[in-house]
């Protein structure tokens, strides 16, 4: 069975560095997939690539979804395809309420249950605006909330819980898991290994290539030794 997302040989450049290097990467559908790596190593540029973001486009490789070759599509047309990124830093939307911008994006009178399950109260966020008055975490909780009530096939969690205090923290892997159980594959891109454990399978990456693939305790156990042997042989400590 072909994998939902298949990631062949991609590079990615950007100002003239090579932040993608023929990266390697499959994910099954209707699996929680988590990608580990340290801050620079090119977690949310390979979310963008996938995405199709202005200014991601690969300068080798292939991105195939669902069978599809995505290198030629825009982001409209991938988010048609039912591709979907939670951004590490949520919008704000002066003007529009919760309520508002959840049914944009929700499949049938959804919306109270999708702010359930990431841990708010309807009757208190409904009618607040998406705006500076609501804070980072607060707005990352709203923004899972959409992923959830939209269904798509691929969820890109950049960073889910940045900004997301302790008590809030179930909330947003029950919402995690909720898209699963929904139907959604979710890429959930974190460097927390107590986030990522909540996943079935992972991928390490480092210097913007996987370096490590398979069972996620497998996966864990490597990067938590704060070192990896690159593809050329060399030992870096990205701690």
């Not at 959830?148 to 691929?154: G, N």
């Amino acid at each position: 069975m072909n994998p939902l997302l298949n990631l062949c040989g991609v590079c990615l450049e950007l100002h003239g560095r090579a932040v993608l290097n023929e990266l390697n990467m499959e994910l099954p559908a209707g699996e929680i997939h988590a990608l580990l790596g340290a801050n620079g190593a090119g977690k949310s540029s390979l979310a963008y690539l996938i995405m199709g973001c202005t200014g991601y486009q690969p300068s080798g490789g292939e991105i195939l979804f669902d069978g599809q070759r995505l290198n030629p599509l825009p982001i409209q047309s991938r988010a048609r395809l039912g591709i979907t990124l939670a951004w590490q830093e949520p919008a704000r939307f002066d003007g529009l309420t919760v309520r508002d911008y959840l049914r944009i994006a929700a499949h049938g009178n959804e919306v109270e249950e999708c702010l359930m399950r990431v841990g708010l109260d309807p009757a208190l966020y409904l009618g607040r605006a998406v705006d500076k008055t609501l804070s980072g975490g607060e707005r990352k909780r709203i923004e899972l909330a959409a992923v959830l009530a939209m269904r798509p096939k691929l969820a890109i969690l950049d960073e889910p819980t940045a900004g997301i205090d302790l008590l809030s923290l179930d909330g947003v892997v029950g919402s995690i898991e909720a898209m699963m159980a929904s139907g959604s594959t979710v890429l959930l891109i974190t460097h927390q290994a107590d986030v990522a454990a909540h996943a079935e399978r992972a991928s390490q990456i480092c210097g913007g290539r996987i370096v490590c693939q398979g069972k996620t305790p497998d996966v864990l156990a490597n990067y938590q030794r704060r070192v990896c042997e690159r593809c050329d042989g060399s030992v870096c400590d990205y701690g």
